[in-house]
């Protein structure tokens, strides 16, 4: 896509400190999500676990985990050099992974494969409901859509479809992080986001855009939530004490989405 379409982000003040994880007195949980293209981790696996445990999330939605070279072993040791373990996805989702604190408890597992065009890669989408403390019970999705317009728009559709069935197999809320391969203003993007709520355009910190590291120009990456679950704060954590800019450029050709939620009491 051609650069010109995406004029410089305009400066936006970065807030500092984002808000502490763990329970609230009224029973909600303030939870950090990230989401996170890792190319299969054929780059600097190192430089991307440092990136991943400076943002110290309690939940991680990975796109492109490895699929064909022994992609369990890999999930596995992505989940021990980040201090997390695997909640689901990989070979069940086709390379959307899930990655979560001990404190994060999984309720069920909803992974499933997407139609696929011919020709085309196979997708999937990895979902597990979990239960942090004394707050309601959420689905988090990580998803990775298609390169081709018409698959990708079939897959927008089908993903408010598979939030509604898990939705309706107990989850109050659901968080959706992903690599979309669209930009805000296109159409699947508006149709998730008049359902979802877009983390960074609801509460703007960091960055915004997130292709490509070295000349960061577009954003293809979000964290979506559902209106019942309020955003604290969205954005690259380009700033973010302790991640490194050499880190972020040397880790895969994505840049991460941090977003801290508030997910009510149960």
């Known amino acids: 896509m051609a650069a010109d379409r995406f004029p410089a982000a305009a400066e936006r003040p970065y807030t500092g400190d984002l808000p502490a994880s763990g329970p609230r007195p009224d029973g909600s949980e303030t939870v950090r999500v990230l989401s996170y293209n890792i190319r299969s981790l054929r780059d600097d696996r190192t430089a991307l676990?440092?990136?991943?445990?400076?943002?110290?999330?309690d939940l991680v939605c990975v796109q492109e985990s490895p699929r064909f070279w022994f992609p369990r072993p890999q999930?596995?040791?992505l989940a021990r050099a980040t201090g997390l373990y695997v909640l689901s996805g990989g070979p069940s989702a086709s390379g959307p992974l899930l990655l979560g604190r001990l404190r994060a408890v999984p309720l069920s597992v909803h992974d499933v494969l997407l139609p696929r065009m011919p020709g085309l890669h196979q997708r999937g989408f990895a979902t597990t409901v979990l239960r942090l403390g004394r707050a309601a019970p959420f689905s988090l999705t990580s998803c990775h859509l298609s390169l081709n317009a018409a698959?990708?728009?079939?897959?927008?559709?089908?993903l408010l479809e598979h939030l509604e069935r898990v939705r309706a197999a107990g989850a109050a809320h659901s968080v959706v992080g992903g690599d979309f391969n669209e930009h805000p203003g296109d159409a699947g993007?508006?149709?998730?986001?008049?359902?979802?709520?877009?983390?960074w355009a609801t509460?703007?910190?960091?960055s915004e855009y997130t292709s490509v590291p070295e000349r960061p120009y577009?954003?293809?990456?979000?964290?979506?939530?559902?209106?019942?679950v309020e955003v604290l704060a969205s954005g690259v954590p380009d700033r973010l004490p302790g991640v490194r800019p050499a880190d972020l450029t040397a880790a895969t050709d994505h840049l991460p989405v941090l977003a801290v939620l508030r997910i009510p009491a149960g």
Do not use: H, K, N, S
């Open 75 to 77: 999930a596995a040791w």
């Open 218 to 228: 577009q954003r293809l990456d979000a964290v979506f939530a559902t209106p019942g």
């Open 151 to 158: 698959e990708r728009r079939l897959q927008f559709q089908l």
């Open 189 to 199: 993007w508006e149709l998730l986001a008049g359902r979802l709520r877009d983390a």
């Open 49 to 57: 676990a440092r990136v991943v445990r400076a943002c110290e999330p």
């Open 203 to 206: 509460a703007p910190w960091g």
